[in-house]
């Protein structure tokens, strides 16, 4: 099945680099691009993309509403409270703009498969100098409210799956995961699922069997 992409940046020569490292691959079609969010909020509404690339993060929220898997955010460095807004208004990936043409093809991938995806360099960020960990005892609290169930569906999240593929590995509904992340981000005061995932990561929870 062929990935749709929708590119946004105002900058020429690097949609054209993007088009060009996208369209390499067979796998992955580039259905339109434009210099401005509100272009491609039509473009969005019109093709209902995979993915959308976007440099623009001002509309994230419709923008993710138009993509069926979700919204990568373009960023050239940014502050750590841009970083965390863009997170918090939705996008599901966040790549540097001079990322490579793999890394490139393997968060727009990711992304339209329904998981999160950060380059190396933002995640280590986030993880180092925001407060994703609030103090330990909270952090205790949190996961002794935690049920066996929900402790298998966070370690999932913080591996990228997608609620699909929980559901898949531990024989649940999608309504029943749902349900479970919902859950899991009150008890850990989480306002997303790549918060909690990053908390899951960080307290060292991959390395324990889920």
Same mark, same amino acid.
């Given at each position: 099945m062929l990935t749709s992409v929708l590119l946004i940046d105002d900058e020429v020569l690097v949609r054209k680099g993007f088009r060009c490292g996208l369209e390499e691959a067979s796998d992955v079609v580039v259905v339109g691009e434009t210099a401005r969010v509100a272009d491609g909020l039509l473009l969005a !509404? @019109?093709?209902?993309?995979?993915? %959308? +690339?976007t440099a623009d993060v001002a509309d994230l929220a419709? +923008? @993710?509403?138009?993509?069926?898997?979700?919204?990568?955010?373009l960023v050239v460095e940014g502050t750590d409270e841009q970083l965390h807004q863009v997170l918090s208004d939705g996008a599901?990936? $966040? $790549? #540097?703009? @001079?990322?490579?043409?793999?890394? #490139? #093809?393997?968060?727009v991938r990711a992304v339209a498969r329904g998981h999160a995806y950060l380059c190396a360099e933002m995640t280590g960020r986030l $993880?180092?100098?925001?407060?994703? %960990?609030?103090?330990?005892?909270?952090?205790?609290?949190g996961l002794g409210l935690l049920s066996d169930?929900?402790? !298998?569906? #966070?370690?999932?999240?913080a591996r990228g799956r997608s609620n699909d593929e929980i559901a898949r590995e531990l024989y649940l509904t999608c309504a029943t995961v749902k349900s479970h992340v919902s859950h899991i981000l009150a008890k850990l005061g989480q306002p997303n699922r790549m918060h909690a995932a990053l908390l899951a990561q960080r307290m060292g929870l991959l390395a324990r069997t889920g």
């Open positions: !509404q @019109r093709h209902r993309p995979h993915v %959308v +690339l419709r +923008l @993710r509403a138009c993509a069926a898997g979700g919204v990568i955010a599901r990936g $966040l $790549l #540097l703009k @001079r990322t490579s043409h793999e890394e #490139l #093809l393997a968060a $993880l180092d100098r925001f407060e994703i %960990v609030p103090p330990s005892e909270e952090v205790d609290r169930r929900e402790r !298998q569906v #966070l370690v999932r999240m």
